[in-house]
C-alpha cells in the first residue's frame, strides 16, 4: 500500500513540518517485497524511516517514497542457565522494549534506556550512551536485500560496528531493511556504572550495588536533566559524533586550552567532547531565529519553533565551522540529511 502526500509531522523529532509525495507503512515483511517485485525500490528515491529521531529532512517536500517501518512483536527464541535470547521486530520502540527488558529484571540494556527510535534502526548507528552500546547485548539480526529480495542473518562482526556506525552507514548504506534485531540479555546481570556522570548520580542517592532498574532510573533523571524531550522541543539528539584525534594533536590543544575535555579511544587516540568544543565557541544555547544549541547540553541542535530544516542545518554547520577556525577539529554530524 502506498499513500500519497503524506505529513511526515509526526514521524520526525525536529517537528519538521515535511510532506512525503509517496508514502509505505510497513508492518510486514512481506510488505518489503512486494516493494522489491515492483522494482520501486530500485527506481524511486527513497528512505527508509524508523522512528524518525535521527534525521533532519532538509525541505518541506520529499520527493520520494518514505518507507515507515511499523513492524511490531517480540518473542523469546531461547533460554540458558545465564542468557536470554530476544528476537524484536524492527518497528518496535527501543525505549518500550528496554523498560521492558529491565522490568524483568534481565541485563544489559538498562545503561541504554530511554533512547528515542525503533528497534530495527538501534544496529545501523550503534546506538550508545552512559559506557553501553547496542553492539554489547547484540547478538544478530535480519535485514532483507533490496537488490534481489533474499533474507540476510548478520552476526555481530558482519555487522563492522563502531562509535555510531556500522556496515548499514558505510558499505551496505541503503542497501538492506532490517526486519528483526535479536538480543542477547543477561538473567544474572552484570551492572555497568563506569561513565562518570551515572556512578556520580548513583552515589549520590547513595545506591552501593545498583540492580538494572537502579541503573536504568538513574539513566532516566540523568537524560531528563539534560536533554529536551522531543515532544517539546524538537531534536534528535547528539548532532554531531564526538571526534577522534590523535593524542599528538590533543596535547597541542590541552597546552591552549587545558580544561578541554577527552576519554582515550584506540591506542595513540583521544575521544574529545563535541559539546566542550561547540560550549567555546559560544554556540551553546545560541540561536539564530528559532534554530540554535541547547543550553544545557551544546551538542542538541534544537527547533525552538517552527524553525525550517535548512535553517537548522545551516545553524549546525556555523558550529561546525567555528569549531574548525578555533580548534582545526572537523565535526562529523550524526544525524543522517534527507
Ligand atoms: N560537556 C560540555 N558542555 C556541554 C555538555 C557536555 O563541555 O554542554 C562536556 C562535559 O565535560 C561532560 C562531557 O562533555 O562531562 C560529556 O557530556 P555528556 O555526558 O552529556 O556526553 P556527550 O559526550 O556529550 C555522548 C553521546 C550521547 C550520550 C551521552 C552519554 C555522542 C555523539 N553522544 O554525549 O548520545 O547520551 O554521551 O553517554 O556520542 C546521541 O547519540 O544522540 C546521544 C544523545
Not at 95 to 121: C, H, K, R, W
Not at 197 to 206: D, F, I, R, V
Not at 242 to 253: A, R
Not at 266 to 288: C, D, H, N, P, Y
Request: charge should be negative; include cysteine; glycine fraction near 8%.
Amino acid at each position: 500500500m502506498m499513500d500519497r502526500y503524506v505529513s511526515l509531522d509526526e514521524y520526525n523529532t525536529f517537528g519538521l513540518h515535511v510532506t512525503a509525495s509517496y508514502y509505505s507503512k510497513i508492518t510486514d515483511a512481506g510488505e518489503i517485497f512486494d516493494l522489491i517485485k515492483e522494482s520501486v525500490l530500485t527506481e524511486e528515491k527513497h528512505l527508509i524511516l524508523g522512528g524518525g529521531s535521527n534525521v533532519l529532512f532538509l525541505d518541506d517536500f520529499y520527493n520520494g517514497l518514505v518507507i515507515h517501518i511499523n513492524s511490531k512483536g517480540k518473542i523469546l527464541l531461547r533460554e540458558t542457565v545465564n542468557d536470554v535470547y530476544i528476537r524484536v521486530a524492527a518497528g518496535e520502540s527501543w525505549s518500550d522494549f528496554v523498560v521492558e527488558m529491565v522490568n524483568q529484571g534481565y541485563g544489559g540494556l538498562e545503561n541504554l534506556s530511554m533512547i528515542p527510535g525503533t528497534v530495527g534502526a538501534a544496529p545501523i548507528q550503534n546506538i550508545g550512551a552512559y559506557g553501553t552500546e547496542l553492539k554489547d547485548v547484540f547478538y544478530q539480526l535480519t535485514a532483507i536485500d533490496l537488490s534481489n529480495g533474499e533474507k540476510v542473518l548478520f552476526n555481530r562482526a558482519e555487522c563492522e560496528f563502531g562509535y555510531r556506525t556500522s556496515v548499514f552507514k558505510t558499505r551496505l548504506k541503503d542497501r538492506f531493511i532490517i526486519t528483526h534485531v535479536d538480543f542477547k540479555l543477561k538473567k544474572h546481570p552484570v551492572i555497568n556504572v563506569n561513565y562518570g556522570a551515572l556512578h556520580q548520580h548513583l552515589y549520590e542517592k547513595g545506591i552501593a550495588n545498583p540492580t538494572v532498574n537502579d541503573v536504568s532510573n538513574s539513566v532516566i533523571s540523568i537524560r531528563k536533566s539534560k536533554l529536551p524531550d522531543p515532544a517539546q522541543l524538537g531534536n534528535a539528539g547528539s548532532f554531531f559524533k564526538n571526534p577522534v584525534v590523535h593524542n599528538l594533536l590533543f596535547q597541542d590543544l590541552q597546552r591552549e586550552f587545558p580544561d578541554i575535555v577527552g576519554y582515550n579511544d584506540m591506542k595513540g587516540f583521544k575521544k574529545v567532547s563535541a559539546a566542550w568544543l561547540i560550549e567555546k565557541t559560544q554556540w551553546k544555547g545560541k540561536r539564530i531565529g528559532n534554530a540554535g544549541f541547547h543550553d544545557k547540553q551544546a551538542l542538541i541542535l534544537v527547533n525552538y519553533g517552527n524553525a525550517t530544516g535548512r535553517e537548522l542545518f545551516q545553524v549546525a554547520m556555523q558550529a561546525k565551522q567555528a569549531v574548525i577556525e578555533n580548534f582545526g577539529i572537523e565535526l562529523e554530524m550524526e544525524v543522517n540529511i534527507a
